[in-house]
């Protein structure tokens, strides 16, 4: 999920890519919804609201509002932390989701969670500290 | 740590490698969840030993295996003065029919709300006759075996699937007197030492105060269907998060010593298979007093002397599912 040139952030095109993982996921939960016999799962259905939600509208929102903050240079590292949360959060939904619809659950399942809240909350610190300013 | 940054500075590195992983884990969690086996406890004696307190109908020292249950055509010339004075009454056999001195069972073949189910009436005169297994006599999750398989170990000669325990890790389980698990939040079956069922709240009734008040066997499936004889159930009630009609196994009781126990069809084009609603109102036309959901869908079994009567299906193959644990109806 980290596809960004991370010095010269391309919001728009990773926006672009987050809405393309949020139809996914919409994809994925309904071709499985076919094979569960009628049995969903509120934590698949609503996992494609990660890539949309904490990816596509956040670089949506710093392509077309905030063209200063375009201009200034950030940590590779942040970008590359806060995109593998959002890839943790929405595997570990998708996982859940399959656990919930079989009847059974994981201890592991926490991990997805903890490890995705965790690199998305130092890669959005990491945001806020830019490495300077690009040239133009 | 210059080399690192300088390694995960080059693109699409860094997603290479955790995208990795995250396959990695992913795959882990799921073998784990459904595949890998993991061995508990054995069990370590052969059940029924020693159960506790059994009605005035029966004898209270526990497990009785006539001769007559096992081989009951068959005479030995060294049977005791008692055995020939009251020589073994050979079982009545049939298809649908079982009886003996001790067990009698006649499974009924039903069709209702575009689905066939299979009605198993079970009369003993001892509690000790409804026992449980675990596959391959281990409590464990993803021990598995199939519920004909398992019938066939403990020459059952009636079985269904249970409550397929090892698919979770929470749950009562106690099995035979013998408490694996006891940790839980959902409605468990628990049936005393004399055969009666009662369904109690894993959480507000500990294992403990259930094993002091005798409980012999808990499940932990659920939702009850009947209770004092009264639906407990309605349209919307479903397991967990399924909202369609499946196969169902659900056991009930009537009276002392006196069992229904349902399997119906599901997930075939000719078998829609039943709703818990439905599923209830089948224990309550025949006077059970409570009634209990046990696992479903593709586990549901039912075999009568050695033969699959149901047609299971997971709804994709037919044939049927390997599960943790039966109850069944026997001497061994």
């Known amino acids: 999920m980290s596809t960004l040139d991370m010095n010269r952030p391309r919001p728009g095109r990773t926006a672009l890519i987050y809405l393309l993982l949020s139809a996914v996921c919409i994809a994925v939960t309904n071709i499985y919804a076919l094979f569960g016999h009628g049995v969903r799962s509120a934590s698949m259905d609503y996992m494609f609201l990660y890539p949309l939600l904490m990816g596509a509208a956040p670089y949506l929102l710093l392509a077309v509002l905030l063209p200063r903050i375009r201009r200034r240079r950030f940590s590779r590292a942040a970008f590359n932390l806060y995109n593998s949360g959002i890839a943790a959060l929405t595997t570990g939904a998708m996982l859940n989701g399959i656990l919930e619809i079989a009847g059974t659950a994981s201890t592991y399942q926490l991990l997805f969670v903890a490890t995705g809240w965790i690199f998305v909350f130092i890669g959005f610190i990491l945001l806020l500290i830019p490495e300077g300013k690009l040239k133009e | ?332």
């Open chain 2, 1 to 332: 740590m210059n080399r690192v940054r300088s390694f995960f500075g080059k693109p699409y590195r860094w997603a290479a490698m955790y995208g990795g992983i995250l396959a990695l884990a992913f795959a882990f969690v799921l073998l784990d969840a459904f595949v890998i086996p993991k061995a508990q406890v054995r069990v370590e004696s052969p059940p029924m030993t020693a159960q506790p307190e059994v009605s005035e109908h029966g004898d209270s020292a526990g497990y009785i295996a006539p001769d007559a249950a096992t081989d009951h055509t068959e005479k030995e010339d060294d049977n005791n003065a008692d055995v020939e004075e009251n020589p073994p009454v050979a079982p009545v056999i049939t298809d649908t029919f079982y009886e003996d001195e001790n067990i009698s069972i006649s499974i009924e073949t039903a069709r209702k709300n575009g689905t066939t189910f299979y009605v198993a009436d079970i009369l003993l005169s001892d509690a000790s006759y409804l026992k449980t297994a675990l596959a391959k006599n281990v409590f464990g999750r993803n021990i598995k075996q199939t519920t004909t398989a398992m019938a066939e170990e403990h020459q059952a000669i009636f079985a269904v699937n249970g409550d397929y325990y090892g698919f979770r890790d929470t749950g009562y389980v106690l099995r035979n007197g013998v408490s694996y698990r006891d940790n839980g939040n959902g409605d468990a079956l628990a049936i005393d030492g004399g055969g009666n069922f009662s369904v109690v709240r894993e959480g507000s009734a500990s294992m403990e105060s259930l094993v002091d008040g005798g409980a012999w066997q808990v499940f932990s499936f659920g939702p009850a269907l009947v209770l004092d004889g009264e639906i407990v159930v309605d349209s919307g009630s479903e397991v967990g998060k399924s909202k369609t009609s499946n196969p169902r196994t659900a056991i009930g009781q009537v009276g002392e010593f006196h069992y229904i126990i349902i399997v119906s069809d599901g997930r075939s084009k000719e078998s829609q298979g039943l709703s818990l609603l439905e599923l209830a109102e089948e224990f309550a036309v025949r006077n059970c007093s409570i009634a209990y959901n046990l696992d479903g869908g593709g586990s549901s079994t039912m075999v009568f002397n050695g033969r699959t009567i149901n047609n299971p299906t997971d709804g994709r193959r037919a044939g049927e599912r390997e599960v943790s644990d039966i109850v069944y109806i026997g001497y061994e």
